[in-house]
T-cell receptor, first 114, second 115 residues
């Protein structure tokens, strides 16, 4: 079946602009995660959704970052007033509801802020 | 707080050599899961294995094997007879039961297998 789909695959934006990154999880997966991966680093947790609600947003670096999942499926990560330090690969993952289920990752969106 | 340490930043081997990737984790919880993921140059993280904290049996899958030792908080990964296609960054990760169930990743080990 289809895996986790992320769009766009690449996004270049100017400092100060607003961007939206989209994630379409595997059908039937109730848990959805956003991670950020900088060059040479492991993925860093941003936010976790269980269904429509954000169950843990402790990884969001500041209030410029926000994510939604209004119908419990597709999620959008929104970044306001982008800064050059926001440049990274943003990864989305989904899993079945249980904690022993592996996360299935998408290919990520490479965000470059110029 | 939980933490995963992968002390080896980069490893380079010649094809057919065996190689072990180290992973040490920290947590005060007694119930948790450990994972290994592979990230090839294409970028997608690929799930390799999951192991729960109550199962210390080693596991073998083809050329891959994993050694879980709670006494040393380690979950090491060995590739036997390495191949060029094994070249990738490998991540070890820890997931606790309860809470956000998020995965905490190590910084990864970049493995290069030369022909």
């Amino acid at each position: 079946g289809a895996g986790v789909s992320q769009t766009p695959s690449n996004k270049v934006t100017e400092k100060g602009k607003y961007v939206e990154l989209r994630c379409d999880p595997i059908s039937g997966h109730t848990a959805l995660y956003w991670y950020r991966q900088s060059l040479g680093q492991g993925p860093e947790f941003l936010i976790y959704f269980q269904g429509t609600g954000a169950a843990d947003d402790s990884g969001l670096p500041n209030d410029r970052f926000f994510a939604v999942r209004p119908e419990g499926s597709v999620s959008t990560l929104k970044i306001q007033r982008t800064e050059r330090g926001d440049s990274a690969v943003y990864l989305c993952a989904s899993s079945l509801s249980s904690y022993n289920s592996p996360l299935h990752f998408g290919n990520g969106t490479r965000l470059t802020v110029t | 707080a939980q933490k995963v340490t992968q002390a080896q930043t980069e490893i380079s081997v010649v094809e057919k050599e065996d190689v072990t990737l180290d992973c040490v984790y920290e947590t005060r919880d007694t119930t948790y899961y450990l994972f290994w993921y592979k990230q090839p140059p294409s970028g997608e993280l690929v799930f390799l294995i999951r192991r729960n904290s109550f199962d210390e049996q080693n596991e073998i899958s083809g050329r891959y094997s994993w050694n879980f030792q709670k006494s040393t908080s380690s979950f090491n990964f060995t590739i036997t007879a390495s191949q060029v296609v094994d070249s990738a960054v490998y991540f070890c990760a820890l997931r606790l039961q309860g809470g956000s169930e998020k995965l905490v990743f190590g910084k990864g080990t970049k493995l290069t297998v030369n022909p």
